[in-house]
Nanobody, 121 residues
Framework: QVQLVESGGGLVQPGGSLRLSCAAS????????MGWYRQAPGEQRELVAS???????NYADSVKGRFTISRDNAKNTVYLQMNSLKPEDTAVYYC???????????????WGQGTQVTVSS
């Protein structure tokens, strides 16, 4: 009933840029916090960036100054602009959203399916 669909991953050279998008759809009453996580092979999933419904942002130290998270509340969409990409940014990137459903006002976290980002020359 609620889905998060990500797009925008791919292969990019070091120093390049990518923009990830994540659109939420379904029986949504409201979306609270949204964020991006990533998981590299053999590593735990980690928070990359998050944004509140009011637009306050938080970033992992490793991406500060290079990545920018934003959201379009009218489109139920969150974005991650990634600049100056490094090989260590290679991972599967997952979208996360804290959503209240319209059908019963239940609230929980939802996850996207993940999109691969590979930074390599």
């Amino acid at each position: 009933q609620v889905q998060l669909v990500e797009s925008g991953g791919g292969l990019v050279q070091p120093g390049g840029s990518l923009r990830l998008s994540c659109a939420a759809s379904g029986r949504i009453f409201s979306i609270n916090g949204m964020g991006w996580y990533r998981q590299a092979p053999g590593e735990q999933r980690e928070l990359v960036a998050s944004i509140t419904s009011g637009g306050s942002t938080n970033y992992a130290d490793s991406v500060k100054g290079r990545f920018t998270i934003s959201r379009d509340n009218a489109k139920n969409t969150v974005y991650l602009q990634m600049n100056s990409l490094k090989p260590e940014d290679t991972a599967v990137y997952y979208c996360n959203a804290d959503i209240t459903k319209s059908i019963n006002y239940s609230r929980r976290d939802y996850w996207g399916q993940g999109t691969q980002v590979t930074v390599s020359s």
